[in-house]
């Protein structure tokens, strides 16, 4: 098969560079394409599925839908989700995959459709079984990704959950679509202008073998992405945890050897989990442990000397700022593996679409 990389070294950092792409094609989808799955959304019980990447995507969806429309959703990993959840003819049920075809996530689907729920699906391979499947099929229109690991079809799905909960807070207007715009044009400038400092960092600590991923709010869906990112591709150890979440046991394998990257939300929009996340932070610092930062805007009483790196990211909106987060994180993930040596676009043991029980 002819290979359409280019000058490029690798798929994945081709389509982490397609990502402000990915993010135009969503915000030029017309209002019309989400109308008839938001109609039915708005007098329905919301749940969310998905596998892997794209269940943190969901995870990510919830978030949006109680912050910005105000509603309950359902959200659970494609393979736990019937050991915890049953659906029927009230609900709907928004299934995210890249492939359409992941073997979890088609069951539940199947056993939601089978209960009476209507089915939105978000998926980037047109003609897929979940799309066939679907009510309210919504393409990504991502372009093909080839890179085992998802990358620009995570950033594409994160911006169609955000525009669903976006529409449906709008009530039948069209949403405002000026914030994934602006949103573009600052992935665009995060990975042609800060790719070289994010390889940098990664290079200098790939040789730590022990990572916390940190997040809190929004950003603990990144966090835990980021982490499953990381360990996909660097086969280095690293755990995921909402920030709240460390000082309940885990903090006990803090020492100067352990590393945590920290998802830090800009104290303008989030100052309660801004105070929360640092307040993490100084106990890590206290127990010999190590702090890489990604946030914005510190303000000037954030403690000097907090954090072994820190990389400043372009500012955008609240909502879009996980977005940000995600493509960092996936930076990050990239440029130390390469170092390291690893096989980045398929790493042993993974496959592009997981399509057995
Ligand atoms: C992502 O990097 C992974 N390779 C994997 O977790 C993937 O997201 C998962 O298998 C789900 O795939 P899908 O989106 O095609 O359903």
Redesign the pocket.
Known sequence: EASDLGAWPHYMIKEINEAADAVRNVAAMSHETFAPAVERLADSDIALV??????YVCMLGQYFFHQIAGRRATCHSADEFMNLARLDADSILIS???????YD?LRVMEYAQADGAKLVSINNVAGSTAQRMSDFPILQGAGREVC????K??VSQTAIAWRLAAELAANGRPADMGDLTALAAQLDLLVQGLSPTIRDVAERYRWIEHWFFLGRGIHWPVAAESA??FK?VSYIHAEAMPAGFLKHGTISLIDEKFFTVAFIPNAQHDPESFAHVVSSLHEIAARGGNIIGFGHDLPSTFPEGLLEAYIELPSVSKFMDPIIQLVAGELFAYHGAVKLGRNIDRPRA?A???TVR
């Open positions: 998905g596998a892997g990447s794209s269940h995210i995959s890249q492939s359409g075809e992941t996530t085992v690991l998802s990358t079809s995570v499953l990112k996909e993974l592009k679409a997981v």
